[in-house]
């Protein structure tokens, strides 16, 4: 980075510079002067004295700032950059400050030569111009009277018609809105259908274990006795039929019974009237008949009863 010519932009900008462990910058102003009928504009001296120099941290926040760099590498910049115009004018150098001078070394000793014409002027503040060329193409040929009667705010008076407009339909947003309200219909509409069409569905059972010894605890169970039928003789041999599930249709019914002859149950169809269809399992006979049906009904029948068919 360019410290010099940085020295020159920080003056025009605050008309001091502080470069630690060399000196300071100061540019002052002369006034404009009147004399002889001529005007001479205001004139720029920079002065510089050598010094130990001052710590600036502006300067390193500007250098910083336009660098695109931290501060610390800034302040690490113009150090160097003071150390080595200290090392060029001991060797007989020259450093220029771009607009404003350079120094030098004359009869060993250092010095700064200011240059003649110095312009530091600072920015003015800037003067936001209205194009009127529209407004005063609009204002040609109307009177003063005329502008000032559009410039007035008018109140309704009893002799002014007053129309009121009716407010306007966005078509386009009632029709998105409708779209969508349909969908949530329909998607609601098809779950009901499911779940309406698969209520007579149930999970493959495996088959029922059956056991002929009596559980311990089956003495002490508060179960009601089965009064629809007789129960058979604890030691009768040969099978039971028990009646597990109920249909209203043929079709749902022999369905059924396809499903669970898959699985190797022995099942079959009792139709007792149109409406009313009973599918059958039959068992090997077994000790106690209140624990099988049971366990039938919570395989099978979970919200029904299941009966043991005479």
Known sequence: MDIAKYIGLFLVKNRYCNLPNLGDFVVNKKPASYNDGQ?????YEVH???SGGLIDDAFANF???????SIANAANGIKD???QTKLTLAEGGTVVIPGFGKFVQVNGKNDFIAEQNIHAETPGI???KINTAATRSTLEGETIAELHEKMQLKEPSLNDDIVIKPPKVNWSKVIILLLIVGVVLALVGGAIWYMNNNKEQVEAAAPVPVSNEVPPAAADTNLAPDTSVQAAP??????????????????????KEKQLKG??????????????????LTLPAVADTLVTKDSLRRFFNPRGEVTIMK
Do not use: M, Q, W
Request: net charge negative; proline share 8%; with cysteine.
């Open 63 to 69: 250098i910083a700032t336009n660098e695109r760099i």
């Open 39 to 43: 005007v001479r504009p205001p004139e």
């Open 263 to 280: 699985f190797g149950h022995d099942v079959a169809l009792k139709p007792v009237s149109d409406s009313n269809i009973i599918l059958t």
């Open 48 to 50: 510089f004295a050598f």
């Open 234 to 255: 604890a030691a009768a041999p040969g099978t039971y039929t028990f009646a597990i599930l109920n249909f209203k249709d043929k079709e749902s019914a022999e369905k």
């Open 81 to 83: 950059f003071c150390i």
């Open 126 to 128: 800037p003067i936001f």
